[in-house]
């Protein structure tokens, strides 16, 4: 059977990626921060794990980690809005250790969910198929949440750079603005614009998808709501290498042999 370790499990993206996988077989192991949550996440199936991230050690997410002996990682775990502080330690901070603890533990395959349009906008020139529209989006987003964007940026960037010491089979997933109506089943995947929002289950079903399909290794992929099937969207940015971000060179182990990957963010 093979078994997932979600980080912050009980978040609202989190619980469709447990109740997908569950669907599938995983035994999924969801690490949250408070106990009350722990009853609601049973019921989905998953077996949950109180554990914060903030003060937790690298070492002791290792041992947690090799506990549960995973197939997959997924970070899925924020501090959520009002508290750069939190966002510093949680989304940055705690992404980072999660990411050397894997590493140390020996996971190899790992999702974390990131945010569309954070890069580097003080070095690195606005994509290239960003519309109008798009520029003055990015302008407004970064005005109001910019510590969770640099926080995702901090993090994505040490992903990616120092995976040539860590052998990651990692995948950035970046979600535009989120809605929790249900999923169509539909996306749009790689080079995409930032007006579309897209439903949280259909994120969890792209994770999944993500996570099925080996070609997603090593890239960034950005999903937005769109009209493509996402089994078919995810497969088709995959194949194309729309990776979207750019954090320099990095060798690392992705699939089943060492390759340098660039991306752009």
């Given at each position: 059977m093979p078994t997932?370790?979600?980080?912050?499990?009980?978040?609202?993206?989190?619980?469709?990626?447990?109740?997908?996988?569950?669907?599938?077989?995983?035994?999924?192991?969801?690490?949250?921060?408070?106990?009350?949550?722990?009853?609601?996440?049973?019921?989905?199936?998953?077996?949950?794990?109180?554990q914060s991230i903030e003060e937790a050690s690298v070492e002791a997410l290792v041992k947690t980690i090799q506990a549960v002996n995973p197939s997959v990682i997924i970070w899925a775990a924020g501090a959520g809005a009002g508290s750069p502080e939190r966002t510093k330690t949680v989304d940055e901070e705690g992404a980072i250790k999660s990411f050397d603890a894997a590493?140390?533990?020996?996971?190899?395959?790992?999702?974390?969910?990131?945010?569309?349009?954070?890069?580097?906008?003080?070095?690195?020139?606005?994509?290239?198929?960003?519309?109008?529209?798009?520029?003055?989006?990015?302008?407004?987003?970064?005005?109001?949440?910019?510590?969770?964007?640099?926080?995702?940026?901090?993090?994505?960037?040490?992903?990616?750079?120092?995976?040539g010491r860590r052998g990651l089979e990692y995948t950035i997933v970046r979600p535009g603005g989120l809605r929790n109506e249900p999923g169509k089943g539909t996306i749009s995947a790689g080079k995409v614009h930032l007006g579309t929002i897209v439903s949280r289950e259909d994120?969890?079903?792209?994770?999944?998808?993500?996570?099925e399909q080996n070609e997603t290794k090593g890239l960034a992929i950005d999903v937005v709501g769109g009209d493509t099937a996402i089994d078919e969207a995810i497969k088709?940015?995959?194949?194309?290498?729309?990776?979207?971000?750019?954090?320099?060179?990095?060798?690392?182990?992705?699939?089943?042999?060492e390759r340098a990957v660039e991306e752009e963010l």
């Open positions: 997932a370790l979600v980080f912050g499990g009980s978040g609202k993206t989190a619980r469709h990626i447990t109740r997908i996988l569950v669907s599938k077989s995983y035994a999924v192991h969801s690490i949250i921060r408070d106990p009350s949550q722990t009853p609601d996440l049973e019921s989905l199936g998953a077996k949950p794990i109180v590493a140390e533990a020996g996971v190899k395959r790992y999702i974390t969910i990131s945010a569309l349009d954070v890069r580097d906008r003080e070095n690195r020139p606005t994509p290239d198929w960003y519309s109008e529209d798009d520029v003055k989006m990015s302008d407004r987003l970064w005005g109001v949440i910019k510590p969770f964007m640099l926080a995702k940026l901090v993090a994505d960037r040490n992903l990616v750079t120092e995976n994120v969890a079903a792209a994770v999944v998808a993500v996570i088709t940015a995959a194949q194309r290498k729309e990776a979207v971000i750019e954090l320099g060179r990095s060798v690392g182990a992705i699939g089943d042999k």
